[in-house]
């Protein structure tokens, strides 16, 4: 056989040219056997034998197809385009050496100025193999290392401290220090505040999402007991 013609590239697993299916059936087409749309792909064969047209699901791309990206891969080219970062992390007691927080008080926590590349929504659109496919990436949740051996779990950017607000406690994301940082290296907690995103993307007749997670950035704060502060 010919290794090519216009129904693609001849393959010896299945005995017959073929080439990816564009574009792709439905989600509820038994083309895909059950699998859902993006895991793994549907192909046309073409047996110049029998003169038949088949479609054939396959998990990975049939050698000699020349399948090219899928859409979950241009997908993830569009994810590039976001260069979305970590948070800028807004935190009392302010970092730095001239603030220092005081065990028993509410820490407050928050994403300093949030915007599309540190929280989202960020959307794009990428093309390659003939597919195009738009993207929007959100922070789903941000894990803040309190450095004290606890971890606190904000579904929100957090609310910025303002200096009206006293003693009260953070309404959606904030901790309380029951240990100065003394014994700590440095004499100061390093808070980590780790984002975790997730995009969901449609293209090429089909839709998905990726878990993006692991932006993080980190800071120092001092607390100090509130007696040693007042002598």
């Given at each position: 056989?010919?290794?090519?013609?216009?129904?693609?590239?001849?393959?010896?697993?299945?005995?017959?040219?073929?080439?990816?299916?564009?574009?792709?059936?439905?989600?509820?087409?038994?083309?895909?056997?059950?699998?859902?749309?993006?895991?793994?792909?549907?192909?046309?064969?073409?047996?110049?034998?029998?003169?038949?047209?088949?479609?054939?699901?396959?998990?990975?791309?049939?050698?000699?197809?020349?399948?090219?990206?899928?859409?979950?891969?241009?997908?993830?080219?569009?994810?590039?385009?976001?260069?979305?970062?970590?948070?800028?992390?807004?935190?009392?007691?302010?970092?730095?050496?001239?603030?220092?927080?005081?065990?028993?008080?509410?820490?407050?926590?928050?994403?300093?100025?949030?915007?599309?590349?540190?929280?989202?929504?960020?959307?794009?659109?990428a093309?390659?193999?003939g597919?195009?496919?738009?993207?929007?990436?959100?922070?789903?949740?941000?894990?803040?290392?309190?450095?004290?051996?606890?971890?606190?779990?904000?579904?929100?950017?957090?609310?910025?401290?303002?200096?009206?607000?006293?003693d009260?406690?953070?309404?959606?994301?904030?901790?309380?220090?029951?240990?100065?940082?003394?014994?700590q290296?440095?004499?100061?907690?390093?808070?980590?505040?780790?984002?975790?995103?997730?995009?969901?993307w449609?293209?090429?007749?089909?839709?998905?999402?990726?878990?993006l997670?692991?932006?993080?950035?980190?800071?120092?704060?001092?607390?100090?007991?509130?007696?040693?502060?007042?002598?």
């Amino acid at each position: 056989m010919a290794c090519s013609s216009e129904y693609g590239y001849w393959s010896n697993q299945y005995n017959c040219y073929i080439s990816p299916l564009r574009p792709p059936p439905p989600a509820d087409d038994p083309a895909w056997q059950g699998h859902p749309p993006g895991e793994g792909a549907v192909y046309q064969c073409f047996q110049p034998q029998t003169g038949i047209l088949v479609p054939v699901w396959a998990a990975d791309t049939p050698p000699g197809s020349d399948a090219g990206p899928t859409p979950g891969e241009v997908a993830q080219l569009a994810v590039d385009q976001m260069n979305l970062t970590a948070i800028n992390i807004g935190i009392t007691p302010e970092p730095g050496p001239n603030s220092v927080g005081i065990v028993g008080m509410p820490v407050w926590l928050w994403a300093e100025a949030p915007d599309a590349q540190t929280y989202g929504p960020a959307t794009a659109s990428a093309t390659a193999g003939g597919i195009t496919v738009t993207a929007t990436a959100r922070v789903q949740q941000i894990t803040w290392d309190m450095g004290d051996g606890t971890q606190v779990v904000c579904q929100t950017a957090g609310t910025p401290y303002q200096p009206s607000y006293g003693d009260r406690t953070s309404p959606d994301c904030g901790h309380l220090y029951t240990e100065s940082s003394a014994d700590q290296p440095g004499g100061r907690y390093t808070v980590t505040a780790t984002s975790d995103w997730v995009v969901t993307w449609q293209g090429a007749g089909q839709t998905g999402t990726i878990q993006l997670d692991g932006l993080a950035s980190s800071v120092q704060i001092t607390v100090g007991e509130g007696q040693v502060l007042v002598q």
